[in-house]
Structures are given as C-alpha cells and as structure tokens.
Nanobody
Framework: VQLVESGGGLVQTGGSLRLSCDVS????????IGWFRQAPGKEREGIAC????????YYADSVKGRFSITGDSAKNTVSLQMKDLKLEDTAVYYC?????????????????????WGKGALVTVSA
C-alpha cells in the first residue's frame, strides 16, 4: 500500500498551491482519504478528507473556505487545492488513509486512527 504526495514547494502569502496524492488502488474506495499537516513544534492536524476518495468533504476550521479537496477515482488520486495561503500554513503535508471509508468526520480524522501515511510534502509560505 502506498500514498505518494507531490506538489509541495515555496509560495508567497496570498498565493496558491496544489498537492496531489497517488493512492494504491487496493485502498482507494474502501478508506477515508485526505490530508494532515504538521508545523514545527506542533501536533499533526487533520485538515481535510473524503470518504472513500469521494463524497462530502470534511475541512478543519483552520482551512475552511481556502482549501478544497477532490478525488479522482479513475486515477486513484486525491488533490488538495490551497489558496490564500498564510504564513501559518507552512508545514509538512501528509496524505493519509483510514479504514473504513466512512471515517471522514471531525471526530475520526485524527492522527491516532490513521492506517497509512505518505512520506510528506513540505509547503513553505513566505512573507
């Protein structure tokens, strides 16, 4: 099982960036798939997810209205479009999966429940 992130990088405040996660076909439709992030010295935070790589998304309050998560079941990919980026969005962003597919809720999308992790992609927002 693999989750492989791409698209991280350096962006100025107010800018946009898109992250993508290639998800193993074995788990795509039967897991909740989404994103966490971890800033230096802070806990890993669940920010967005989809049930079964599709369905109604969940967003943490910290990113609601600025980030958008989408899934492509034909390609087994989940993407995170980030806009209006702020300095506090600087973090390593991790793609994650949790079984079963209906775990994409504010109560369940926490790091202690996650079954699979990607290696992470660094996003740096500069002033």
């Amino acid at each position: 099982v693999q989750l492989v992130e791409s698209g991280g990088g350096l962006v100025q405040t107010g800018g946009s960036l898109r992250l993508s996660c290639d998800v193993s076909a074995l788990i795509y439709n039967v897991h909740a798939i989404g994103w966490f992030r971890q800033a230096p010295g802070k806990e890993r935070e669940g920010i967005a997810c989809l049930n079964g790589g599709d369905g109604i998304p969940y967003y943490a309050d910290s990113v609601k209205g600025r980030f958008s998560i989408t899934g492509d079941s034909a390609k087994n990919t989940v993407s995170l479009q980030m806009k209006d980026l702020k300095l506090e969005d600087t973090a390593v962003y991790y793609c994650a999966a949790d079984w079963p597919a209906n775990r994409c809720t504010s109560r369940r999308w926490v790091h202690s429940y996650i079954d699979y992790w990607g290696k992470g992609a660094l996003v740096t927002v500069s002033a």
